[in-house]
Nanobody, 126 residues
Framework: QVQLVESGGGSVQAGDSPRLACAAS????????MGWFRQAPGQAREFVAV????????LYADSVKGRFTISRDTAKNTVYLQMNSLKPEDTAVYYC???????????????????WGQGTQVTVSS
């Protein structure tokens, strides 16, 4: 059984730099691309970032480009999302997702991902 468990969320101040982690069990993350999505209240789930199976390529939403960094630690079977210079509009539930592929076809689409974590809340206050 595949499980993705996110951690690192919470209530932070604007400008803070927390790091989210996604630990996997029942799945060898090194074979698949991994992504982060987020969902704010009353809004659709949106793509945040993705990293290929090797970690050599990354892709970001324009809204987080230059502020967020996605990375992976194969030995720990964990994917991270380093979030810098947080803004109140970054407030959302953040979800880790395991792709169906090692690379990506349509990484911004939720349908490309086969496994999802339960989400972790990030609340940014000004």
């Amino acid at each position: 059984q595949v499980q993705l468990v996110e951690s690192g969320g919470g209530s932070v101040q604007a400008g803070d730099s927390p790091r989210l982690a996604c630990a996997a069990s029942g799945l060898t993350l090194s074979r698949f691309a991994m992504g982060w999505f987020r969902q704010a209240p009353g809004q659709a789930r949106e793509f945040v970032a993705v990293v290929t199976w090797s970690g050599s390529r990354t892709l970001y939403a324009d809204s987080v480009k230059g502020r967020f960094t996605i990375s992976r630690d194969t030995a720990k079977n964990t994917v991270y999302l380093q979030m810098n210079s947080l803004k109140p509009e970054d407030t959302a539930v953040y979800y880790c997702a395991g792709s169906k592929y090692g690379g990506w076809v349509n990484p911004r689409q939720a349908g490309e991902y086969a496994n999802w974590g339960q989400g972790t809340q990030v609340t940014v206050s000004s």
